[in-house]
């Protein structure tokens, strides 16, 4: 159906900077609303940064004006993060969501871990 695969996970010290890449295949609506999810151990996962199929944006206020969500077409999501902290350690997801059915799918997570 839809498969979601992530790339630019990795380790780096804080205050550095990564680049996260999603790739979308299979049967895609070019309507839809792809974010990016992270989970940390012993936490729920929350989401960290969703675009609209418009270019409208949102985050969350711990990622506010260090992150920055973009995409390149209806498939094709990217997430600059810059400044990271400690803190910003999880295993980040790629979501998309189909805006008429509700239905979400997800990538298979890539661990970002930022050290101090």
């Known amino acids: 159906q839809v498969q979601l695969v992530e790339s630019g996970g990795g380790l780096v010290q804080a205050g550095g900077s990564l680049r996260l890449s999603c790739a979308a295949s299979?049967?895609?609506?070019?309507?839809?609303?792809m974010g990016w999810y992270r989970q940390a151990p012993g936490k729920q996962r929350e989401l960290v940064a969703r675009?609209?199929?418009?270019?409208?944006t949102n985050y969350a206020d711990s990622v506010k004006g260090r992150f920055t969500i973009s995409r390149a077409n209806a498939k094709t999501v990217f997430l600059q993060m810059n400044s990271l902290k400690p803190e910003d350690t999880a295993v980040y997801y790629c979501?998309?969501?189909?805006?008429?059915?509700?239905?979400?799918?997800w990538g298979q997570g890539t661990q970002v871990t930022v050290s101090s």
């Open positions: 979501n998309l969501e189909n805006v008429i059915s509700r239905a979400n799918y």
């Open positions: 299979g049967s895609i609506s070019s309507i839809n609303f």
């Open positions: 675009i609209t199929s418009g270019g409208s």
